[in-house]
């Protein structure tokens, strides 16, 4: 980081919660579109009910327990916290062989390309909707050490269209990536259109942006979208989990999900039926 290079993060997590991050100290927090979430009331520091205090709380807790946007940061981890989250379900894709790199998106280090199952899920498992980061040597030392590329070390931009680039520039093929906007999803699937796209942190778009991400994607999790629970679950081939679930939109995305059931341990019910099926228990309101 160079000294005219603030160290600032933000984030939009908890709610669609606008987190700025600056010098290792919270310094400002937006209003939450969401009061209630499921996966949050779930959270190592749950969330039941999302106010500012709860965030600020949630929020650094994740800063002292594994260094958040700090130098601190632990890229490796092996506990997963959802069982079909979008992290969970690269680590295992990439353990088992059906694809060989993931790029995704890191405080401190910006749009990254890995590989071993370890640093995808310690890169993304405890990580929600990055907006903006800027350069933590230590934290891109460790990604490097790991096998990992950061794509822009200087100035650790966001741009899945080029970590796609640059992976396939590395040698990688079978190549995955994390999106949050649907114009970004579609200029990969035009140019790279081998990719296994991921929608993600996808709360409140629109029914057009939806239906674009649903024309595009393979997989998608629903977060506390409206638009998205009724357009992809009317094309879904698999729905994993009944609160905030996760859509399998191509056959690529359903053998992921199939193959991951296959080979766990835990119970499970599997039986034909009308997408999306949904729970009492949904994020509150849906947006």
């Known amino acids: 980081m160079t000294p005219s290079q603030p160290d600032e993060h933000i984030i939009e997590a908890i709610g669609r919660s606008r987190i700025v991050i600056r010098d290792g100290v919270i310094v400002e927090i937006g209003d939450a579109r969401i009061k209630e979430c499921p996966l949050a009331k779930r959270f190592a520091h749950p969330v039941p009910i999302i106010t500012k205090d709860a965030v600020r709380a949630n929020i650094e807790h994740r800063m002292k327990a594994f260094g958040m946007c700090t130098p601190r940061r632990d890229v490796l981890d092996t506990k997963e916290f959802v069982g079909f989250g979008a992290t969970e379900l690269l680590g295992f ?13 890191c405080d401190g280090a910006g749009t ?20 903006s980061t800027s350069p933590i040597p230590d934290v891109i030392r460790r990604i490097e050490e790991n096998g990992g590329i950061v794509v822009d070390k200087v100035h650790v931009s966001l741009d899945q269209f080029s970590g796609v680039k640059r ?18 999803a579609r200029k990969i699937r035009d140019a790279y259109p081998d990719t296994l796209i991921f929608g993600v942190h996808v709360t409140g778009l629109t029914r057009g942006e939806a239906e674009e991400m649903v024309a595009t994607a393979d997989l998608m999790t629903a977060c506390a979208s409206k638009t998205v629970r009724e357009v992809a679950g009317a094309k879904a081939l698999v729905q994993a989990g009944v609160s905030v679930p996760i859509f399998a939109l191509t056959n690529r995305g359903k053998e992921i999900i199939i193959e991951k059931i296959r080979q766990s341990n835990e119970q499970v019910l599997i039986k034909p039926a009308r997408l999306p099926s949904l729970d009492a228990s949904q994020p509150d309101p849906l947006i």
């Open 93 to 105: 894709a990439s353990q088992v062989g059906l694809i060989d790199a993931a790029v995704l998106a």
């Open 112 to 131: 990254v390309i890995v590989k071993k199952p370890a640093l995808i899920q310690g890169v993304g498992g405890r990580m929600s909707g990055l907006f």
């Open 167 to 184: 992976a396939h520039e590395a040698g990688y093929r079978k190549v995955a990536v994390s999106v949050a906007r649907p114009e970004v």
